[in-house]
Every structure is written in structure tokens, then in C-alpha cells.
């Protein structure tokens, strides 16, 4: 199992930025998949989580309106949408996954057992 992330970068408020997550070593038509972020100093939080079976998608209330996570046309990468940026949004995006678990909401509430690297997100005010 692999996931590869990529997309991160320096943004100011008020932009956006897309992540990539790329997944391989299974078959991506099955468990929930999602985006973690990490600040300095802080627990690791879900940003998103999409259930691959049947696309239905889990966004917190704290990013909802503004992240949006999605398939493209290439079933076995997973995006991440992230508009309208702000300075509280800086930190390390993962995307992660459970092989058992095939529900978004499940997947955001609870721990992803395999984890691909992070690609950091800058936000300047």
C-alpha cells in the first residue's frame, strides 16, 4: 500500500491550492480515503474523507464551503480542493486510509492505518 501526496506549496489568503493523492499497491474502489492535517504543536485533524464505493464525502463544518474532496478521472488518485485559504489552514496535509473501512464519516472520525508522506501547506497573510 502506497500513497503518495503532492501539491502543497506558499499560497496567500484567499487562494487556493489542489492536493494530489495518489494511491497504489490496492484497489481504490473500496475503503474510505482521506485528507489529515497537522499543525505545529497540534493533533493531527480530517479535513475530508471520500468512500470510494459510493463517492459520498465527509467534510467538517469547519472546512465546509471551502474543501472539496474528489476522484478525477484517474479512479486512483484522490484531490483535494482547498479554496478561499486562510493563515489557520498552514500545516502538513496527509492523505490516509483503512483498508477496512469503507465509510468517509467513519474513516474521518477514527484513524487511518496507513499513511502516505505529507506535503506542507503555507498560507501568508
Known amino acids: 500500500v502506497q500513497l503518495q501526496a503532492s501539491g502543497g506549496g506558499l499560497v496567500q489568503a484567499g487562494g487556493s491550492l489542489r492536493l494530489s493523492c495518489a494511491a497504489s499497491g490496492f484497489t481504490l474502489n473500496r475503503p474510505a480515503i482521506g485528507w489529515f492535517r497537522q499543525a505545529p504543536g497540534q493533533e493531527r485533524e480530517a479535513v475530508a474523507c471520500l468512500s470510494t464505493n459510493n463517492e459520498i464525502t465527509y467534510v467538517p463544518d469547519f472546512v465546509k464551503g471551502r474543501f472539496t474532496i474528489f476522484r478525477g478521472e484517474a479512479k486512483n488518485v484522490v484531490y483535494l480542493q482547498m479554496d478561499n485559504l486562510r493563515p489557520e489552514d498552514t500545516a502538513v496535509y496527509y492523505c490516509?486510509?483503512?483498508?477496512?473501512?469503507?465509510?468517509?464519516?467513519?474513516?474521518?472520525?477514527?484513524?487511518?492505518?496507513?499513511w502516505g508522506q505529507g506535503t506542507q501547506v503555507t498560507v501568508s497573510s
Open positions: 490516509g486510509t483503512d483498508l477496512g473501512q469503507a465509510s468517509s464519516y467513519a474513516l474521518c472520525h477514527g484513524r487511518p492505518t496507513e
